[in-house]
């Protein structure tokens, strides 16, 4: 049915990444809203992505890199551009703690931020890899627990 919706495999990917921006951002803007402590907006957007590859196991391949697999470079791409706003969005919510938090991180945003997303797609991979037995939820907590105390 995808692909008769689609003129083309390629096409198809692309509207799958326009749907993974699209659901992440649009929840991202939300977490923006009514959480204000930087600390709790970040893990509620790597908490948000974790969950999202882990309802959608076939988007967390395209995610990964694995379903691209042979095709054109501009996909590969879109994708890296999907990581990069992530990593921006979290890099700046770290920077202003230093303007609003009570306790603000000490750590430098770029880095922490870039920390941050690895682990996430690190996550992410183990997943696919697993071939979806390995939740990329599993461990999280304890794991935001440690992430958190090298942010303060």
């Excluded at 993974?20 to 790597?46: A, G």
């Excluded at 996909?75 to 890099?91: A, C, G």
């Amino acid at each position: 049915a995808l692909y008769r919706h689609f003129p083309s495999k390629a096409k198809m990917y692309e509207g799958l990444i326009e749907f993974i921006e699209e659901t992440l951002f649009s929840r991202i803007s939300l977490i923006l809203k009514e959480e204000t402590d930087y600390l709790t907006r970040c893990n509620n957007i790597l908490t948000l992505v974790l969950t999202f590859s882990a309802r959608n196991p076939g988007i967390s391949r395209l995610m990964t890199g694995d379903a691209l697999t042979g095709e054109q470079g501009r996909l590969r791409e879109r994708v890296n551009q999907l990581f990069n706003r992530l990593q921006t969005q979290l890099k700046q919510i770290i920077r202003e703690s230093t303007f609003t938090a009570r306790e603000p991180s000490s750590a430098d945003p770029l880095i922490s931020a870039n920390l941050m997303l690895a682990i996430v797609e690190g996550k992410i991979r183990q997943f696919v890899r697993s071939e979806f037995h390995q939740s990329p939820l599993a461990e999280w907590n304890g794991q935001w627990s440690i992430i958190k105390k090298g942010m303060l």
